[in-house]
């Protein structure tokens, strides 16, 4: 199991950019895939970005296609999730998580991030 934590977030504007971090707070990270989940107000929390951690590959869902960059830094242990043209609708708290494999439940959360976006 290795600790994630997440930082980055913070209160914006509609139309401003930020970006998210999320370390293993000093571990290595040896997984499938690593993870961005937002939880919106009163939601449940849904997967907004993928990026497997060997390869790079990606996963956008359709709310964020265009807008979000998702990206690793394995020497750093780190991965970001880059938000341009952010909109009311991205507030939520953001987490980041480990997948072990392709079919396997995402797991390691982390404490998560708060984003506000004001319109």
């Known amino acids: 199991q290795v600790p994630l934590v997440e930082s980055g977030g913070g209160l914006v504007q509609a139309g401003e950019s930020l970006t998210l971090s999320c370390s293993a707070s000093g571990h290595t990270i040896r997984t499938y895939a690593m993870g961005w989940f937002r939880q919106a107000p009163g939601k449940g929390r849904g997967l907004v970005a993928q990026i497997t951690w060997d390869r790079g590959n990606t996963y956008y869902s359709n709310s964020v296609k265009g807008r979000f960059t998702i990206s690793r830094d394995n020497a750093k242990n780190t991965v970001y999730l880059q938000m341009s043209s952010l909109k009311p609708e991205d507030t939520g708290v953001y987490y980041c998580?480990?997948?072990?494999?392709?079919?396997?439940?995402?797991?390691?959360w982390g404490q998560g991030t708060q984003v506000t976006v004001s319109s």
């Open positions: 998580a480990a997948q072990v494999s392709p079919l396997s439940q995402y797991g390691d």
